[in-house]
């Protein structure tokens, strides 16, 4: 593969440090935050049962045979710092760092330090990358590892790229994507219609730097017998197995899905400024320095990385019962790369370009857009938190050894007091969410619960896109599992109770219902405590 030469030096751990630095100092208000939703419902768990009892595989929650790494990590830094949000979150906020390193590494490897400064910037401000940077999940740990292993694959150190597409696998199993897609696309590049694209190579040579691209498959497949020999399942438990593959093996549902893929790698939370800019730069000829134009990124690696981002798409509409959008953070900052590098080839001004799409991204982050988000992707989840901590505060306080009807995730909130919602655990009763089938069948058992905590479970906007069209609800409910929450106010009518705490914040809501005859189950409110 070609490569570009520049002479400033930049030691790694200096820019270490720095991106470290950055990421701490903005993500300082969020550090204490309690555990959010998959962070509550998996990771942690797993993560503490290992520092526990010293098993790989979690036992105080179902195991979805996600690769152990990330938990272990976790689990050392526990036994070292102690146990508290503060340690997870640092402890997340360094392996951003390292992804944004092999980010700027990368870029710079195959454009020039102009282009990595430009997409680093663009990749920490986007917004599912800030988030993620602290949050207790392992797509963004994936997707580090695998821009390392493109950073030594440019470089052909083959042998250093499986080391860290091996990490990376260990991580998360979806990261194998990325070799293989490389591997697919050395397959096609080396017949003789697509060879020009591709460095010759004597047979032998080209042949083994092909396999080393499927060393990967070594230790996902150890992993996932040894997860089988502790489980008796391969892929996880059979519920999870079902929601996430068999669940989603639909025609109709994977065409939508692979729409909603493409809105994700290519537009969501504002990164349509930069593709849409970077598309309409390619009708301008080069910008030339002192008669010499400037370069573009190789084709070959163009194509390797167009091999990466497909793949991610395709298979990601495949498989997922979620369309999270953390799922394409392999390759996202692929896509932030090549525009950037398009931007600087193009157009004379292109920093100013680059500065609005940072300042769009930093926008998305604190203000959610005018269509549906996963909470997850901004700072809504931090608006989640703080509801729940409140509400879950009021209920701890005032109905103390009440039984609370609720749903996932506050189910583990208040059953599991080491997630940071409370002193200790209530009794919960478990309801799947907030429909109206599903509050009129609890009120039917309402001698199972004295009070409920009800609260929404997605960021719905004040006007939706696509809200009149029927056949788009319609798709969402059966093949995405959409469905609407009733407000406090009709849900306390439902369960035939009445609303005694209510708070909203950004389009999100919780509250709590008190029902009949809860005296035995409550405490006086004490002055000060936060009410309706």
Not at 167 to 178: I, S
Not at 190 to 203: N, V
Not at 502 to 514: A, K, P
Request: net charge positive.
């Amino acid at each position: 593969m070609e490569r570009h030469t520049d002479s400033r030096k930049f030691p790694s751990a200096l820019l270490f440090a720095l991106f470290f630095l950055l990421l701490f100092v903005l993500h300082i208000p969020l550090l204490r935050l309690p555990y959010f939703w998959d962070e509550a419902g998996y990771y942690v768990p797993a993560a503490r049962d290992l520092l526990l009892s010293g098993t790989l595989i979690p036992r105080s929650t179902p195991s979805n045979a996600h690769p152990p790494l990330v938990m272990a990590l976790l689990a050392l830094a526990w036994k070292v710092a102690g146990y508290t949000p503060v340690v997870t979150r640092t402890v997340m906020l360094l392996i951003a760092a390292f992804s944004l390193l092999g980010v700027f590494q990368l870029a710079r490897r195959i454009a020039n330090t102009e282009v990595a400064v430009a997409s680093t910037i663009c990749t920490a401000f986007y917004p599912v990358f800030f988030t993620q940077s602290s949050l207790a999940q392992v797509d963004l740990a994936a997707a580090g590892l695998i821009f390392w292993g493109l950073f030594a694959y440019v470089e052909n150190r083959r042998w250093t790229a499986a080391v860290w597409f091996s990490l990376a696998v260990l991580t998360k199993e979806t990261a194998v994507l990325a070799p293989v897609a490389l591997f697919g696309w050395e397959l096609v590049a080396s017949f003789p219609i697509a060879g020009r694209f591709q460095q010759p190579r004597a047979p032998k040579r080209l042949f083994s730097h092909q396999l080393s691209l499927l060393l990967p498959l070594i230790p996902l497949t150890l992993w996932y017998v040894f997860h089988y020999s502790r489980t008796g399942f391969v892929f996880g438990n059979p519920e999870f197995l079902r929601y996430n593959v068999q669940a989603t093996l639909q025609p109709l549902r994977i065409l939508l899905a692979l729409g909603l893929r493409l809105w994700q790698t290519f537009g969501y939370l504002n990164l349509y400024l930069l593709t849409l800019t970077a598309s309409f730069a390619m009708w301008l000829p080069p910008v030339s320095d002192a008669g010499q134009e400037r370069p573009r990124i190789d084709w070959i690696t163009q194509f390797a990385f167009l091999a990466v981002i497909v793949a991610y798409v395709l298979a990601m509409a495949v498989v997922g019962g979620a369309v999270l959008a953390r799922y394409m953070l392999p390759a996202i900052p692929l896509v932030i790369i090549i525009c950037v590098s398009t931007l600087r080839r193009r157009v004379r001004q292109w920093r100013w370009i680059v500065g609005v799409v940072a300042i769009a991204f930093v926008a998305a982050v604190l203000v959610n857009p005018p269509y549906g988000i996963t909470l997850e992707d901004n700072l809504a989840y931090r608006d989640y938190i703080l509801l729940h901590e409140q509400a879950e505060d009021f209920l701890e306080a005032r109905y103390p050894m009440a039984r609370v009807l609720t749903a996932w995730p506050a189910s583990d909130e208040l059953t599991r007091a080491y997630l940071g919602y409370g002193t200790r655990p209530m009794r919960v009763f478990r309801i799947e969410d907030f429909t109206v089938e599903q509050l009129i069948a609890a009120a039917d058992l309402r001698s199972n619960f004295d009070v409920a905590l009800v609260f929404s479970t997605k960021y719905e906007p004040a006007h939706p896109w696509f809200e009149r069209w029927q056949t788009w609800r319609k798709w969402k409910t059966q093949l995405f599992g959409y469905h609407r929450d009733v407000p406090p106010a009709t849900a306390a009518q439902i369960l035939g109770g009445r609303l005694v705490y209510e708070d909203r914040r950004n389009g999100q809501w919780v509250g709590v219902i008190e029902m009949e005859q809860v005296q035995e189950a409550m405490y006086p409110l004490k002055p000060g405590m936060p009410g309706k």
